[in-house]
Protein backbone atom coordinates (compact mmCIF):
# COMPACT_ATOMS: atom_id res chain seq x y z
CA UNK A 1 0.00 0.00 0.00
CA UNK A 2 1.95 3.25 -1.02
CA UNK A 3 -0.77 5.69 -1.34
CA UNK A 4 -1.91 7.91 1.16
CA UNK A 5 -5.37 6.85 0.82
CA UNK A 6 -4.55 3.17 0.70
CA UNK A 7 -2.98 3.66 3.80
CA UNK A 8 -5.88 5.90 5.58
CA UNK A 9 -8.53 3.06 4.47
CA UNK A 10 -6.14 0.56 6.05
CA UNK A 11 -6.37 2.28 9.08
CA UNK A 12 -9.41 3.17 9.55
CA UNK A 13 -11.11 0.28 7.85
CA UNK A 14 -12.85 -1.13 11.65
CA UNK A 15 -14.54 2.60 11.60
CA UNK A 16 -15.46 2.74 7.75
CA UNK A 17 -17.39 -0.37 7.01
CA UNK A 18 -19.38 -0.59 10.11
CA UNK A 19 -20.11 3.49 9.23
CA UNK A 20 -21.03 2.25 5.57
CA UNK A 21 -23.26 -0.95 6.67
CA UNK A 22 -25.17 1.53 9.43
CA UNK A 23 -25.81 3.60 6.53
CA UNK A 24 -26.90 1.54 4.22
CA UNK A 25 -29.46 -0.53 7.07
CA UNK A 26 -31.03 3.02 7.57
CA UNK A 27 -31.71 3.61 3.95
CA UNK A 28 -32.87 0.05 3.12
CA UNK A 29 -35.26 0.14 6.10
CA UNK A 30 -38.77 1.32 6.25
CA UNK A 31 -39.38 1.81 9.75
CA UNK A 32 -43.16 2.52 9.72
CA UNK A 33 -43.66 -0.40 7.64
CA UNK A 34 -45.11 -3.60 9.42
CA UNK A 35 -43.34 -5.63 7.06
CA UNK A 36 -40.33 -4.39 8.04
CA UNK A 37 -40.25 -4.88 11.69
CA UNK A 38 -36.56 -5.66 12.76
CA UNK A 39 -37.77 -7.40 16.17
CA UNK A 40 -39.64 -10.42 14.52
CA UNK A 41 -39.47 -14.38 14.20
CA UNK A 42 -35.94 -15.33 15.62
CA UNK A 43 -35.05 -11.66 16.98
CA UNK A 44 -38.45 -11.37 18.41
CA UNK A 45 -37.18 -14.58 20.89
CA UNK A 46 -33.65 -13.48 21.58
CA UNK A 47 -35.52 -9.58 22.48
CA UNK A 48 -38.56 -10.85 24.76
CA UNK A 49 -36.25 -11.24 27.69
CA UNK A 50 -35.41 -7.32 28.23
CA UNK A 51 -39.05 -6.02 27.55
CA UNK A 52 -40.49 -8.92 29.80
CA UNK A 53 -37.72 -8.23 32.40
CA UNK A 54 -37.92 -4.59 32.61
CA UNK A 55 -41.39 -2.95 31.37
CA UNK A 56 -43.93 -6.12 31.47
CA UNK A 57 -42.82 -8.50 34.09
CA UNK A 58 -44.12 -11.32 32.33
CA UNK A 59 -42.35 -14.19 31.26
CA UNK A 60 -45.09 -15.98 30.09
CA UNK A 61 -44.40 -13.17 26.89
CA UNK A 62 -48.59 -12.37 26.50
CA UNK A 63 -48.20 -9.20 26.04
CA UNK A 64 -46.29 -9.82 22.81
CA UNK A 65 -49.92 -10.56 21.30
CA UNK A 66 -50.76 -6.75 21.97
CA UNK A 67 -47.78 -6.08 20.88
CA UNK A 68 -48.21 -7.77 17.45
CA UNK A 69 -51.54 -6.34 16.46
CA UNK A 70 -50.08 -2.38 17.52
CA UNK A 71 -46.66 -2.85 14.99
CA UNK A 72 -46.87 -6.26 13.18
CA UNK A 73 -48.86 -8.23 10.49
CA UNK A 74 -49.20 -11.90 10.24
CA UNK A 75 -48.36 -12.57 14.43
CA UNK A 76 -44.97 -11.58 13.60
CA UNK A 77 -43.76 -11.03 17.14
CA UNK A 78 -46.45 -12.84 19.01
CA UNK A 79 -44.95 -15.96 21.13
CA UNK A 80 -45.73 -18.47 18.85
CA UNK A 81 -42.94 -17.39 17.04
CA UNK A 82 -40.44 -18.32 19.87
CA UNK A 83 -41.84 -20.28 22.54
CA UNK A 84 -41.53 -23.94 22.75
CA UNK A 85 -43.22 -26.45 25.05
CA UNK A 86 -41.44 -28.29 27.25
CA UNK A 87 -43.30 -30.65 29.53
CA UNK A 88 -46.19 -28.97 28.28
CA UNK A 89 -44.88 -25.55 29.94
CA UNK A 90 -44.39 -22.68 27.29
CA UNK A 91 -40.53 -22.03 26.79
CA UNK A 92 -38.51 -19.54 25.49
CA UNK A 93 -36.47 -21.46 22.95
CA UNK A 94 -33.89 -19.02 22.57
CA UNK A 95 -31.01 -18.28 24.96
CA UNK A 96 -30.40 -14.82 26.88
CA UNK A 97 -27.16 -14.13 25.29
CA UNK A 98 -27.95 -11.33 22.55
CA UNK A 99 -30.47 -9.75 24.91
CA UNK A 100 -27.31 -9.40 27.39
CA UNK A 101 -25.32 -7.75 24.10
CA UNK A 102 -28.24 -5.59 23.55
CA UNK A 103 -29.05 -4.63 26.92
CA UNK A 104 -27.68 -1.35 26.32
CA UNK A 105 -29.28 -0.60 23.59
CA UNK A 106 -32.30 -1.21 24.89
CA UNK A 107 -31.56 1.62 27.61
CA UNK A 108 -31.05 3.91 25.31
CA UNK A 109 -34.44 3.40 23.23
CA UNK A 110 -36.17 3.31 26.42
CA UNK A 111 -34.56 6.56 27.74
CA UNK A 112 -34.82 8.57 24.14
CA UNK A 113 -39.09 7.10 23.95
CA UNK A 114 -39.20 8.78 27.30
CA UNK A 115 -37.72 12.19 25.86
CA UNK A 116 -39.58 11.81 22.67
CA UNK A 117 -42.85 10.55 25.14
CA UNK A 118 -43.47 7.65 22.68
CA UNK A 119 -44.82 4.51 24.80
CA UNK A 120 -42.52 2.52 26.60
CA UNK A 121 -43.39 -0.71 25.32
CA UNK A 122 -39.76 -2.09 24.05
CA UNK A 123 -41.51 -2.31 20.40
CA UNK A 124 -41.84 1.41 18.97
CA UNK A 125 -39.28 2.36 16.36
CA UNK A 126 -36.54 3.73 18.66
CA UNK A 127 -36.13 0.27 19.91
CA UNK A 128 -36.33 -1.06 16.87
CA UNK A 129 -34.27 1.58 15.26
CA UNK A 130 -31.59 0.87 18.46
CA UNK A 131 -31.81 -2.68 18.16
CA UNK A 132 -30.71 -2.89 14.43
CA UNK A 133 -28.09 -0.38 14.73
CA UNK A 134 -26.35 -2.73 17.67
CA UNK A 135 -24.56 -5.08 14.76
CA UNK A 136 -22.83 -2.09 13.33
CA UNK A 137 -21.96 -1.19 16.18
CA UNK A 138 -20.57 -4.17 17.59
CA UNK A 139 -18.98 -4.84 14.17
CA UNK A 140 -16.83 -1.85 15.02
CA UNK A 141 -15.26 -3.68 17.92
CA UNK A 142 -15.06 -6.64 15.85
CA UNK A 143 -12.78 -5.49 12.67
CA UNK A 144 -10.38 -3.22 15.08
CA UNK A 145 -9.44 -7.31 16.35
CA UNK A 146 -9.84 -8.82 12.76
CA UNK A 147 -6.88 -6.61 11.64
CA UNK A 148 -5.03 -7.49 14.78
CA UNK A 149 -5.26 -11.34 14.23
CA UNK A 150 -4.77 -11.43 10.44
CA UNK A 151 -1.30 -9.38 11.64
CA UNK A 152 -0.25 -11.95 13.00
CA UNK A 153 -0.36 -14.23 9.65
CA UNK A 154 0.71 -11.63 7.16
CA UNK A 155 3.11 -8.47 7.07
CA UNK A 156 1.47 -7.26 3.95
CA UNK A 157 -0.98 -4.33 4.43
CA UNK A 158 -2.79 -5.48 1.38
CA UNK A 159 -3.05 -9.18 1.95
CA UNK A 160 -4.79 -8.05 5.04
CA UNK A 161 -7.10 -5.45 3.73
CA UNK A 162 -8.30 -7.57 1.05
CA UNK A 163 -8.91 -10.39 3.18
CA UNK A 164 -11.31 -7.74 5.75
CA UNK A 165 -12.94 -6.46 2.72
CA UNK A 166 -13.58 -10.15 0.93
CA UNK A 167 -15.62 -11.69 4.37
CA UNK A 168 -17.31 -8.29 5.29
CA UNK A 169 -18.03 -7.86 1.54
CA UNK A 170 -17.85 -10.91 -0.09
CA UNK A 171 -19.39 -13.53 1.86
CA UNK A 172 -23.02 -13.92 3.72
CA UNK A 173 -21.60 -11.61 6.55
CA UNK A 174 -23.05 -8.40 4.64
CA UNK A 175 -26.39 -9.29 4.10
CA UNK A 176 -26.78 -9.77 7.85
CA UNK A 177 -25.27 -6.98 8.57
CA UNK A 178 -27.10 -4.83 6.68
CA UNK A 179 -30.68 -6.48 5.52
CA UNK A 180 -30.91 -8.59 8.71
CA UNK A 181 -28.50 -7.39 11.56
CA UNK A 182 -30.47 -8.20 14.16
CA UNK A 183 -30.01 -12.26 13.70
CA UNK A 184 -27.16 -13.72 15.89
CA UNK A 185 -24.13 -14.78 13.23
CA UNK A 186 -22.61 -10.93 12.93
CA UNK A 187 -22.83 -10.88 16.74
CA UNK A 188 -21.32 -14.38 16.94
CA UNK A 189 -18.46 -12.93 14.51
CA UNK A 190 -17.30 -10.45 16.67
CA UNK A 191 -16.78 -12.43 20.02
CA UNK A 192 -15.02 -15.15 18.41
CA UNK A 193 -13.07 -12.24 16.60
CA UNK A 194 -12.59 -11.18 20.23
CA UNK A 195 -12.07 -14.94 21.38
CA UNK A 196 -9.20 -15.27 19.34
CA UNK A 197 -7.18 -11.94 19.19
CA UNK A 198 -6.93 -12.83 22.91
CA UNK A 199 -5.80 -16.35 21.98
CA UNK A 200 -2.83 -14.91 20.08
CA UNK A 201 -2.15 -12.38 22.82
CA UNK A 202 -1.62 -14.97 25.67
CA UNK A 203 0.49 -17.31 22.83
CA UNK A 204 2.71 -13.77 22.36
CA UNK A 205 2.84 -13.04 25.94
CA UNK A 206 6.09 -13.59 28.05
CA UNK A 207 4.25 -13.07 31.16
CA UNK A 208 0.06 -13.57 32.72
CA UNK A 209 -1.85 -10.40 32.11
CA UNK A 210 -4.94 -10.78 34.27
CA UNK A 211 -6.89 -8.43 31.59
CA UNK A 212 -6.22 -11.06 28.61
CA UNK A 213 -7.99 -13.80 30.56
CA UNK A 214 -11.17 -11.51 31.74
CA UNK A 215 -11.67 -10.69 28.51
CA UNK A 216 -10.80 -14.01 26.78
CA UNK A 217 -13.29 -15.87 28.65
CA UNK A 218 -16.19 -13.06 28.92
CA UNK A 219 -15.98 -13.02 25.16
CA UNK A 220 -16.42 -16.89 25.26
CA UNK A 221 -19.46 -17.31 27.85
CA UNK A 222 -20.99 -14.44 25.39
CA UNK A 223 -20.46 -16.73 22.60
CA UNK A 224 -21.82 -19.76 24.36
CA UNK A 225 -24.76 -17.85 25.78
CA UNK A 226 -25.93 -16.68 22.21
CA UNK A 227 -25.65 -20.25 21.04
CA UNK A 228 -24.66 -23.11 23.14
CA UNK A 229 -23.84 -25.15 20.03
CA UNK A 230 -20.65 -22.34 19.45
CA UNK A 231 -19.14 -24.19 21.90
CA UNK A 232 -17.52 -26.29 19.34
CA UNK A 233 -16.42 -22.88 17.57
CA UNK A 234 -14.86 -22.14 20.42
CA UNK A 235 -13.09 -25.85 20.36
CA UNK A 236 -12.33 -25.14 16.92
CA UNK A 237 -10.48 -22.06 17.87
CA UNK A 238 -7.96 -23.49 20.43
CA UNK A 239 -7.36 -26.13 18.45
CA UNK A 240 -6.56 -24.18 15.61
CA UNK A 241 -4.72 -21.05 17.48
CA UNK A 242 -2.81 -23.30 21.02
CA UNK A 243 -0.46 -26.40 20.40
CA UNK A 244 -0.31 -28.76 23.73
CA UNK A 245 2.34 -27.00 24.91
CA UNK A 246 0.61 -23.46 24.52
CA UNK A 247 -2.89 -25.63 26.66
CA UNK A 248 -0.77 -26.83 29.29
CA UNK A 249 0.92 -23.08 30.14
CA UNK A 250 -2.92 -21.25 29.88
CA UNK A 251 -4.65 -23.95 32.59
CA UNK A 252 -1.18 -23.51 34.82
CA UNK A 253 -1.12 -19.83 34.88
CA UNK A 254 -5.26 -20.29 35.58
CA UNK A 255 -4.65 -22.04 38.08
CA UNK A 256 -2.01 -20.10 39.66
CA UNK A 257 -3.94 -16.96 39.33
CA UNK A 258 -7.29 -16.92 42.25
CA UNK A 259 -8.58 -13.91 40.26
CA UNK A 260 -8.24 -15.55 37.28
CA UNK A 261 -9.36 -18.79 38.06
CA UNK A 262 -12.54 -16.92 40.86
CA UNK A 263 -13.65 -14.77 37.57
CA UNK A 264 -13.45 -18.21 35.06
CA UNK A 265 -15.42 -19.72 37.79
CA UNK A 266 -18.16 -17.21 38.47
CA UNK A 267 -18.87 -15.36 35.34
CA UNK A 268 -20.13 -19.01 33.59
CA UNK A 269 -22.50 -19.85 37.18
CA UNK A 270 -23.52 -16.68 36.84
CA UNK A 271 -24.84 -16.71 33.45
CA UNK A 272 -25.97 -20.47 33.62
CA UNK A 273 -27.74 -19.65 36.53
CA UNK A 274 -29.38 -16.74 34.96
CA UNK A 275 -30.61 -18.98 31.96
CA UNK A 276 -31.93 -21.55 34.68
CA UNK A 277 -33.48 -19.28 36.81
CA UNK A 278 -35.63 -17.79 33.89
CA UNK A 279 -36.41 -21.47 32.61
CA UNK A 280 -38.34 -22.03 36.52
CA UNK A 281 -39.98 -19.15 36.28
CA UNK A 282 -41.21 -20.45 33.11
CA UNK A 283 -41.68 -24.46 33.47
CA UNK A 284 -41.00 -24.79 37.33
CA UNK A 285 -37.98 -26.96 36.10
CA UNK A 286 -34.73 -25.54 36.29
CA UNK A 287 -32.77 -27.75 33.44
CA UNK A 288 -35.22 -27.50 30.18
CA UNK A 289 -34.56 -29.02 26.63
CA UNK A 290 -35.76 -25.64 25.04
CA UNK A 291 -35.53 -27.10 21.23
CA UNK A 292 -37.84 -29.67 22.29
CA UNK A 293 -39.51 -31.64 19.32
CA UNK A 294 -36.58 -29.96 16.97
CA UNK A 295 -33.35 -31.95 16.52
CA UNK A 296 -30.63 -33.19 14.69
CA UNK A 297 -30.92 -36.12 12.21
CA UNK A 298 -27.49 -37.44 12.33
CA UNK A 299 -28.72 -40.81 10.52
CA UNK A 300 -29.99 -38.09 7.49
CA UNK A 301 -27.24 -35.66 7.05
CA UNK A 302 -27.18 -33.27 4.13
CA UNK A 303 -23.83 -32.99 3.80
CA UNK A 304 -23.80 -32.37 0.18
CA UNK A 305 -27.01 -29.90 -0.21
CA UNK A 306 -26.09 -27.62 2.97
CA UNK A 307 -22.21 -27.09 0.87
CA UNK A 308 -22.93 -27.04 -2.78
CA UNK A 309 -26.75 -27.19 -3.62
CA UNK A 310 -28.76 -24.40 -5.31
CA UNK A 311 -31.04 -24.62 -2.50
CA UNK A 312 -29.05 -23.09 -0.06
CA UNK A 313 -25.42 -24.61 -0.43
CA UNK A 314 -23.00 -22.50 1.19
CA UNK A 315 -20.25 -22.57 -1.55
CA UNK A 316 -22.60 -22.06 -4.30
CA UNK A 317 -23.62 -18.50 -2.06
CA UNK A 318 -20.14 -18.01 -1.01
CA UNK A 319 -17.89 -18.86 -3.38
CA UNK A 320 -15.59 -16.91 -2.16
CA UNK A 321 -14.60 -18.89 0.68
CA UNK A 322 -12.87 -21.30 -1.60
CA UNK A 323 -9.90 -19.96 -1.16
CA UNK A 324 -10.28 -20.44 2.42
CA UNK A 325 -10.56 -24.23 2.34
CA UNK A 326 -7.65 -24.09 -0.45
CA UNK A 327 -5.94 -21.93 2.41
CA UNK A 328 -6.46 -24.95 4.81
CA UNK A 329 -3.69 -27.17 2.52
CA UNK A 330 -1.19 -24.46 2.61
CA UNK A 331 -1.59 -24.21 6.13
CA UNK A 332 -1.53 -27.81 7.31
CA UNK A 333 2.34 -27.68 6.10
CA UNK A 334 3.14 -25.34 9.53
CA UNK A 335 0.75 -27.16 11.92
CA UNK A 336 0.23 -30.65 10.86
CA UNK A 337 -1.28 -31.99 13.99
CA UNK A 338 -3.82 -29.00 15.14
CA UNK A 339 -4.51 -28.05 11.93
CA UNK A 340 -5.95 -31.93 11.79
CA UNK A 341 -7.87 -31.55 14.86
CA UNK A 342 -9.17 -27.99 13.62
CA UNK A 343 -9.96 -29.31 10.05
CA UNK A 344 -11.83 -32.73 11.75
CA UNK A 345 -14.11 -30.29 13.85
CA UNK A 346 -14.90 -28.14 11.05
CA UNK A 347 -16.05 -31.05 8.92
CA UNK A 348 -18.39 -32.45 11.90
CA UNK A 349 -19.59 -29.01 12.67
CA UNK A 350 -20.98 -28.88 8.88
CA UNK A 351 -21.80 -32.57 9.43
CA UNK A 352 -23.86 -31.60 12.15
CA UNK A 353 -25.41 -28.40 11.01
CA UNK A 354 -26.64 -30.06 8.22
CA UNK A 355 -28.17 -32.57 9.94
CA UNK A 356 -30.52 -30.14 11.48
CA UNK A 357 -34.42 -30.81 11.05
CA UNK A 358 -34.54 -28.31 8.45
CA UNK A 359 -30.99 -27.82 7.21
CA UNK A 360 -32.47 -24.82 4.80
CA UNK A 361 -32.62 -22.68 8.36
CA UNK A 362 -35.42 -21.41 6.48
CA UNK A 363 -35.52 -18.02 4.52
CA UNK A 364 -32.11 -17.30 4.69
CA UNK A 365 -29.20 -15.99 2.37
CA UNK A 366 -27.29 -19.14 1.54
CA UNK A 367 -25.59 -20.86 4.86
CA UNK A 368 -26.13 -18.58 7.74
CA UNK A 369 -24.45 -20.25 10.17
CA UNK A 370 -21.40 -20.53 8.87
CA UNK A 371 -20.79 -16.78 9.35
CA UNK A 372 -19.82 -18.20 12.98
CA UNK A 373 -16.86 -19.84 11.25
CA UNK A 374 -15.76 -16.95 9.09
CA UNK A 375 -12.85 -15.54 12.00
CA UNK A 376 -10.82 -19.37 11.64
CA UNK A 377 -11.62 -19.20 8.04
CA UNK A 378 -10.47 -15.68 7.44
CA UNK A 379 -6.67 -16.96 8.54
CA UNK A 380 -7.06 -19.93 6.16
CA UNK A 381 -8.04 -17.26 3.10
CA UNK A 382 -4.83 -14.65 4.50
CA UNK A 383 -2.66 -17.35 4.35
CA UNK A 384 -3.77 -18.51 0.55
CA UNK A 385 -3.31 -15.20 -0.56
CA UNK A 386 0.07 -15.06 1.45
CA UNK A 387 1.15 -18.25 -0.50
CA UNK A 388 0.81 -17.05 -4.69
CA UNK A 389 3.22 -15.12 -6.79
CA UNK A 390 2.84 -11.64 -6.82
CA UNK A 391 1.05 -11.84 -10.49
CA UNK A 392 -1.07 -14.17 -9.42
CA UNK A 393 -1.39 -12.23 -6.19
CA UNK A 394 -3.18 -9.70 -8.30
CA UNK A 395 -5.08 -12.17 -10.62
CA UNK A 396 -6.63 -13.25 -7.98
CA UNK A 397 -7.49 -9.01 -6.58
CA UNK A 398 -9.50 -9.37 -9.51
CA UNK A 399 -11.08 -11.79 -8.76
CA UNK A 400 -11.85 -11.28 -5.48
CA UNK A 401 -13.25 -7.84 -6.24
CA UNK A 402 -15.97 -9.77 -8.88
CA UNK A 403 -16.71 -12.23 -6.00
CA UNK A 404 -17.28 -9.37 -3.78
CA UNK A 405 -19.37 -7.46 -6.70
CA UNK A 406 -21.67 -10.54 -7.01
CA UNK A 407 -22.05 -10.87 -3.34
CA UNK A 408 -23.41 -7.22 -3.04
CA UNK A 409 -25.77 -8.01 -6.11
CA UNK A 410 -27.12 -10.94 -5.12
CA UNK A 411 -27.40 -9.75 -1.52
CA UNK A 412 -29.81 -6.89 -3.35
CA UNK A 413 -31.91 -9.12 -5.24
CA UNK A 414 -32.70 -11.02 -1.91
CA UNK A 415 -34.07 -8.39 -0.04
CA UNK A 416 -36.15 -7.02 -3.19
CA UNK A 417 -37.45 -10.65 -3.97
CA UNK A 418 -35.49 -11.34 -7.20
CA UNK A 419 -33.59 -14.00 -5.80
CA UNK A 420 -35.85 -16.09 -3.52
CA UNK A 421 -35.23 -16.95 0.46
CA UNK A 422 -36.06 -20.19 -0.17
CA UNK A 423 -37.33 -23.25 -2.77
CA UNK A 424 -34.15 -21.82 -4.95
CA UNK A 425 -33.45 -24.61 -7.90
CA UNK A 426 -31.31 -24.44 -10.74
CA UNK A 427 -33.32 -23.42 -13.01
CA UNK A 428 -34.65 -20.48 -11.16
CA UNK A 429 -31.32 -20.08 -9.86
CA UNK A 430 -30.00 -19.40 -12.94
CA UNK A 431 -32.83 -17.26 -14.69
CA UNK A 432 -32.26 -15.11 -11.52
CA UNK A 433 -28.68 -14.19 -12.00
CA UNK A 434 -27.52 -11.01 -12.60
CA UNK A 435 -31.31 -9.98 -13.57
CA UNK A 436 -33.09 -6.71 -12.09
CA UNK A 437 -36.68 -9.06 -13.19
CA UNK A 438 -38.50 -11.42 -10.71
CA UNK A 439 -38.20 -14.60 -13.03
CA UNK A 440 -38.42 -16.74 -10.12
CA UNK A 441 -42.60 -15.74 -9.03
CA UNK A 442 -42.92 -16.76 -12.71
CA UNK A 443 -41.41 -20.03 -12.35
CA UNK A 444 -43.55 -20.59 -9.15
CA UNK A 445 -46.70 -19.72 -10.58
CA UNK A 446 -46.29 -20.52 -14.08
Given amino acids: MKSRFALFCYNKIHFVIPMFFAVLFCANKDFNSKYERLIQSDVAGYYAYLPATFIYHDFSFNFTNAISDEYYVDGRATKKEFI ?12 VGLSILWFPFFLIAHFLSLLLQLPNDGYNNIYQFCIGISAAVYLYLGIFYFKKILENYSTSKSVIFITILAFLLGTNLYYYSVFSPCLSHSFTFVFLLLFVSQLLKFKAQSEFKLGTFLILITSACLVVFIRPLNAFLLLFSVLFVFTFTDIKLFFKQLINSKKALAFTIVLPLLLLFLQLYIWKIQTGFWFVDSYAGESFNLNNSNFINFTISY ?6 YTPICVFSIAGIFIHYKKQKLNLA ?15 WWIWTYGTSFGQRLMIDTYPILAIFFCTFLNAVTQKMFKILAALIVLLIGLNLFQSWQLKNGILPEYFVTKNIYWRSFLTTQRHAYKLYNP
Wanted: charged residues 10%; hydrophobic residues 50%.
Fill in 84 to 95: NYYKHQPVNKYW
Fill in 311 to 316: AKGWLL
Fill in 341 to 355: LAFLILVCWIYLLSS
